[in-house]
């Protein structure tokens, strides 16, 4: 049972638009989403986070938007730029319960020239 | 700083070997956490490590074993191999009281033949 649902595989934006990768749960349970990037041979990197009191989290071109009600939650890139490109993993935990975090599969992000 | 770094690469085991998968923590940071990613498939996550004892599980049988050292260095190991344990063995570690924000190694390659 997938508690973490990246539906899209992968995602081709144009550079300078905006990306938006999304990403749904289905435990209520948990209480904190992260984002990471990953690369070709390389360890994910945490990207940013979202605390379930929040709805919105910016850094710099990143925001996490998150909707509780509908346990969905969306990183936004703008603008795009080619080193974006990566996988992008979705995952939460449930601070409260334990410190397990459950990733997504993936968000593959292609940024065109 | 150096960040979190594991050990071999890459290693090409057949059915029914043990194997010992080794990562050292960023410096400062007292939790690891191991995870197993599939190809195509998110970290999955399968035990933490915090002040040299288990803390936490994931739904990994008891052959998937660990160890974590005086100085926060963790060894993986994996016995009775089977052809389904092929994936990516990521280590991760996080500082004190920071138990979501992980920084991941760049991961050992297994192969089981």
């Known amino acids: 049972d997938q508690q973490v649902k990246q539906n899209s595989p992968s995602l081709s934006v144009q550079e300078g638009r905006i990306s938006i990768l999304n990403c749904d749960y289905t435990?209520?349970?948990?209480?904190?989403f992260l984002w990471y990037k990953k690369y070709p041979a390389e360890g994910p990197t945490f990207l940013i986070s979202?605390?379930?009191?929040?709805d919105k989290n910016e850094d710099g071109r990143f925001t996490v938007f998150l909707n509780k009600s509908a346990k969905h939650l969306s990183l936004h890139i703008v603008p795009s730029q080619p080193g974006d490109s990566a996988v992008y993993f979705c995952?939460?935990?449930?601070?409260?319960?334990?410190?397990?975090?459950?990733f997504g599969k993936g968000t593959r992000l292609h940024i065109l020239p | 700083e150096t960040g979190v770094t594991q050990s071999p690469t890459h290693l090409i085991k057949t059915r029914g070997q043990q194997v010992t998968l080794r990562c050292s923590s960023q410096?400062?940071?007292?939790?690891v956490s191991w995870y197993q990613q599939a190809l195509g498939q998110g970290p999955q996550f399968i035990f933490q490590?915090?002040?040299?004892?288990?803390?936490g599980r994931g739904n990994f049988p008891p052959r998937f074993s660990g160890l974590q050292f005086p100085n926060y260095s963790s060894e993986l190991n994996v016995n009775a191999l089977e052809l389904d344990d092929s994936a990516l063995y990521l280590c991760?570690?996080?500082?004190?009281?920071?138990?979501?924000?992980?920084?991941f190694g760049p991961g050992t390659r297994l192969t089981v033949l």
């Open positions: 991760a570690s996080s500082p004190p009281l920071t138990y979501n924000e992980q920084f």
């Open positions: 435990n209520s349970m948990f209480d904190y």
């Open positions: 979202i605390s379930s009191i929040k």
């Open positions: 995952a939460a935990s449930a601070m409260n319960r334990d410190d397990k975090i459950i």
């Open positions: 410096s400062g940071h007292n939790t």
């Open positions: 490590y915090y002040r040299e004892e288990e803390n």
